[in-house]
């Protein structure tokens, strides 16, 4: 089990947001945390501690107000930590390259591909064909309806026909060079990680998978290292001290393998 850090930017600002709150109408999200540093600061942190592979997400949508104050606030990151963040947020094939130019090792894509409810393989292709799987994290961030789990997109307020399921991931861990998966009805909650969604997971031993949502304790971190029989990768945002949390930073990564 690996940390992977994260900096989530919503309206210009580096926060910590429940996942379920986030609206388009109004720019709206309940905020957890809203910090004072800029994403800079994270990310400078996260290469003095030597920690590769977090994500920064733009919470906004493209052609909004504050999407282009997110992306400068990205710009801040990458630059500051080239090739040890990846990015994600309203990536598509036409602007994927100019993330990896700001000194993004990845992007991380979900509303691109899976479109109109369905995995839309001409997009996916497309984005093979421009950034390289080596370069392409593909995001299958869920939410539990009707006893399974149906990958959400756009910033998580859309359910998809996709289940994450083994049978899914197995259909695109061709085109990928990891997954990020968020538990989205826990995430930002601290109040334990989605267990029966972990335990799945738990079965695929191929590409990278990162899990994000719900851990709130200590406890929590082993519970997901036995659920997820070591396989799994972690990210923790809420609860981190970095975040207004409990959870220290150092004893987090003390506790990585």
């Known amino acids: 089990m690996k940390f992977r850090p994260c900096i989530d930017i919503h309206n210009g600002k580096v926060k910590q947001i429940v996942g379920g709150s986030l609206l388009d109408e109004g720019n709206q999200a309940k ?16 290469k003095d501690t030597g920690i590769k592979g977090g994500h920064i997400i733009l919470l906004n949508k493209a052609g909004t107000e504050y999407y282009d ?10 630059s500051a930590y080239p090739n040890g963040l990846q990015i994600g947020g309203g990536i598509t094939a036409e ?12 992007v991380i894509v979900t509303s691109y591909v899976f479109s109109d409810g369905k995995i839309n393989y001409e997009r996916l292709h497309r984005l093979v064909n421009t950034v390289g799987k080596e370069h392409l994290v593909l995001d299958l961030s869920c939410r539990k309806k009707d006893g399974q789990y149906y ?9 998809t026909d996709e289940v994450v399921c083994q049978e899914t991931i197995l259909k695109l861990q061709d085109y990928a060079d990891e997954f990020l998966i968020h538990a989205v009805d826990v995430e930002g909650k601290a109040n334990g990680v989605e267990q029966d969604l972990v335990r799945m997971l738990s079965e695929y031993a191929g590409v990278p998978v990162t899990y994000a949502g719900g851990v709130g304790s200590y406890e929590d971190i082993e519970v997901l ?8 990768h972690v990210t923790i945002g809420s609860a981190l001290d970095l975040f207004g949390g409990k959870l220290e930073y150092d004893k987090v990564l003390s506790m990585m393998d």
């Open 95 to 106: 602007n994927a390259a100019q993330f990896l130019e700001m000194g993004a090792s990845h």
């Open 31 to 46: 905020e957890n945390f809203v910090a004072t540093q800029d994403a800079a600061f994270y990310a400078n942190l996260y």
């Open 151 to 159: 990958i959400v997109t756009d910033r998580w307020q859309k359910f």
């Open 225 to 232: 290292r036995t659920l997820g029989k070591g396989r799994l």
């Open 69 to 78: 104050a997110d992306v400068e606030q990205a710009r801040l990151a990458l």
